[in-house]
């Protein structure tokens, strides 16, 4: 840091941040596996490729959170979706490439990518 600017901006981002990981009832939901197993398999770069395709869409009813290990190890990086009056949706095998998607279609349409999710994975 160089200037009371540069800090400022830094300061501007990091509650940009904190604001889409604060928990609200009528938002939707996006919760990355981020256990040692999770993070083992990538999903820091999946979470952070939903806190990024979320901010470039300035998608402000969607929050993202992380949560330990659902006991399936095997289908890291999972991703649950949570819409509200709808059903959880749980992806499976998460990469960085099919974030886009899944907020595309499913965050803000409504509509599951139901090759990603966990009954198309068994």
Excluded at 22 to 41: F, L, P, Q, S, W
Aim: hydrophobic content about 45%; aromatic content about 4%.
């Amino acid at each position: 840091m160089k200037s009371l600017a540069e800090l400022e901006a830094i300061r501007a981002k990091t509650l940009e941040n904190i604001a889409m990981r604060k928990e609200n009832a009528d938002a939707a939901r996006v919760v990355v596996g981020m256990a040692t197993c999770g993070i083992a398999a990538g999903a820091r770069p999946v979470m952070l490729a939903f806190m990024d395709e979320i901010a470039k869409r300035s998608l402000e009813h969607v929050t993202v959170s992380q949560t330990g290990c659902v006991g399936m190890c095997r289908l890291e990086p999972m991703v649950d979706v949570y819409l509200p009056g709808q059903e959880k949706v749980t992806y499976v095998k998460v990469t960085p490439e099919m974030v886009g998607r899944i907020v595309a279609e499913h965050v803000v349409n409504g509509h599951p990518v139901e090759e990603y999710t966990i009954g198309a994975a068994e």
